[in-house]
């Protein structure tokens, strides 16, 4: 297999992974980003858990670190509107949570009212990536709230407006840049719960 054979096949685990809203709160803030790189990871029915993949740029990665809980939200295909407020900019320049309604969850983390279904979680380890931190979490509460059918990541791109995609290109290359100073730099050191 090539190089680029394989670019492809860790892409196709995205393409039609739920698109899903990450939400967490640290000392009276709340914030909101997108995510696709989240799995299941436990098949212990009594104990789920979920890996979850952050990107140290983002403003999210920093109250993870801090709170050590974050709730994972499933959206439908009819929100497209909250990837573009929660994955296009960042919750450094704007409240991204304002004008949503959310409760606060049994993690201190903003359950929104809007969704298809949410889990919220507890981060129980957690392994340096260089550019991102895989995030091993429990899942200690969660719910079905719309149901209905969910957001892949496929969908997002073949239905959001082609200038939607482009902002977001303009957005990913320079996420890809900021990764690639870091990507090789990861530090071993064990996460201390
Ligand atoms: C469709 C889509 C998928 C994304 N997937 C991830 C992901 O899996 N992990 C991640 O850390 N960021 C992902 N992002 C990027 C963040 O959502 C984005 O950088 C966001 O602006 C971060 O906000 P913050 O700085 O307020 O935390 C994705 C964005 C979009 C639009």
């Keep these: 297999m090539s190089k680029e054979e394989g670019v492809t096949l860790a892409g196709a685990f995205w393409s039609l992974s739920p698109v899903v809203a990450i939400t967490s709160s640290w000392q009276g803030r709340v914030n909101a980003q997108i995510a696709v790189t989240v799995v299941t990871a436990s098949i212990v029915y009594s104990f789920p ?3 979850v993949g952050i990107w140290k740029g983002n403003y999210t990665h920093e109250f993870i670190i801090n709170s050590k809980a974050f709730a994972v939200h499933i959206l439908r295909k009819d929100q497209l509107e909250i990837v573009k407020n929660f994955g296009f900019y960042t919750g450094r320049e704007r409240e991204k949570l304002k ?3 959310y409760d606060s969850g049994v993690t201190g983390s903003p359950i929104l009212k809007d969704a298809h279904s949410y889990a919220d979680c507890r981060v129980i380890n957690a392994m340096d990536g260089g550019d991102m931190t895989a995030f091993l979490v429990n899942v ?3 719910g079905i709230l719309s ?3 969910w957001m892949t990541l496929d969908y ?3 239905t959001a407006p082609p ?3 482009s902002e977001y290109g303009e957005k990913l290359s320079r996420s890809v840049a900021l990764s690639l100073e870091r990507i090789h730099k990861i530090d071993y050191t ?3 719960p």
């Design 49 to 51: 858990r979920l890996l």
């Design 99 to 101: 004008g949503i309604p």
């Design 140 to 142: 200690v509460d969660g």
């Design 147 to 149: 149901g209905r059918e």
């Design 156 to 158: 997002f791109y073949y």
């Design 163 to 165: 200038e939607w995609i």
């Design 190 to 192: 064990p996460w201390i």
